[in-house]
């Protein structure tokens, strides 16, 4: 491991993570590095880097450079800003958001939806921004979702979305999916008009971890726990959302969510497909077990009706049987080999009704 205490004082006081501040300790002291080296100097995983750098760049204090050869080939080599004029740009950065951060820790005590609004309608113009409207409001969600590589938290209290809204959320909700972004979605009970449940089963096949709860406080969706936007008005999203990108802010809006997803539940499926399947294969016998056709099914997940055929011949393959109902008989008596044991502990004993264990994510 290298020795990096030297080369500047330690920026975690100000909030940086502690592998972000000791790759910059690194790029101060050795100058451009690649993610490679930084890796392997390090002893640190290559992920855990691209982190850190993308945590320092949007701080401004590192900046990817050209590509250098690196005996296997191509690679971008990132370099630091100087410490004095990191940690000037940090305290400035502090002193903006004490306020509002007071504020806002306020307003969310109370847990009240007004009352963080009007919180959030007082703090000073840096890292809280409104987007006017529905239209500039889905633009930048659309942005914030292609950029997204981490986290994805959404808070949502309406108890249905019709299938316009569902389908317009879908293709960027896919590419969440795809990139391997964990997704936790914190909702109510759906009611009899809800055209969501088809796509959330989807992304719960993709690993989406969703909980629900009779109604939560705010319309809420933090990307990478650097921005969040929370609805301006709660009975008009025509009105559109704040956007805040101050740290303290994001950050007692994380807490918020994390608040209210310890005390949810995960309100089960009717039906778990067994883990073996791909995240295709299992969004496809769910929703034929929830009564779709091939023809509602390939509409919904934008692919063709010869795709489930061949998915679903593929299977039958591996389970060695001819038809359907049989293929349906099989992984069912898979699933529930699978699924753990009924707890006989009560409440108190159950690890969701402990308040102060941390939860995943």
């Not at 940690?87 to 903006?96: E, G």
């Not at 969310?108 to 239209?135: K, Q």
């Not at 500039?136 to 590589?149: D, F, G, P, S």
């Not at 808070?155 to 795809?178: I, Y």
């Amino acid at each position: 491991m290298l020795d990096t205490q030297a080369a500047v004082p330690s920026l975690m006081r100000w909030g940086v993570s502690p592998h972000a501040d000791l790759v910059y300790r690194t790029l101060i002291t050795f100058g451009p590095w690649s993610v490679d080296r930084i890796s392997r100097s390090l002893e640190m995983k290559s992920r855990q880097v691209r982190r850190a750098l993308d945590e320092l760049n949007a701080l401004g204090a590192a900046t990817p450079g050209r590509d250098v050869a690196d005996g296997s080939g191509e690679e971008r080599v990132w370099s630091s800003r100087g410490p004095s004029h990191v940690l000037s740009a940090l305290r400035d950065r502090h002193h903006r958001n004490a306020l509002a951060h007071h504020r806002l820790h306020q307003s969310l005590s109370r847990m009240a939806y007004p009352n963080i609004v009007a919180g959030l309608a007082r703090m000073p113009a840096n890292g809280v921004r409104a987007l006017d409207g529905l239209r500039k409001t889905m633009e930048r969600m659309t942005e914030l979702a292609a950029a997204e590589r981490h986290e994805h938290l959404a808070m949502n209290p309406e108890p249905a979305f019709d299938s316009a809204a569902v389908r317009a959320a879908a293709p960027f909700n896919r590419k969440l999916a795809a990139r391997g972004v964990a997704i936790l979605s914190l909702g109510v009970p759906a009611s009899s008009d809800d055209e969501s449940d088809w796509h959330d089963e989807e992304l719960r096949c993709h690993g989406m971890q969703y909980r629900e709860l009779p109604e939560v406080p705010a319309k809420l969706i933090i990307f990478d726990r650097t921005t969040a936007l929370v609805r301006q008005d709660a009975a008009d999203r025509e009105r559109g959302m704040w956007e805040i990108t101050a740290p303290e802010l994001v950050a007692e809006l994380a807490n918020l969510f994390r608040q209210q997803w310890d005390l949810a539940k995960d309100p089960g499926r009717d039906w778990t497909p067994p883990m073996n399947l791909t995240p295709r294969e299992s969004t496809i016998v769910v929703l034929l077990a929830k009564g779709y056709t091939d023809a509602a099914i390939a509409a919904k997940l934008d692919i063709s009706v010869r795709t489930i055929a061949y998915t679903l011949s593929a299977l039958m393959d591996r389970y060695d049987v001819t038809n359907r109902f049989q293929l349906g008989l099989r992984l069912g008596a898979e699933a529930a080999r699978q699924a753990p044991p009924a707890a006989d502990a009560g409440p108190e004993d159950d690890p969701e009704h402990r308040p102060e264990q941390e939860k995943n994510g």
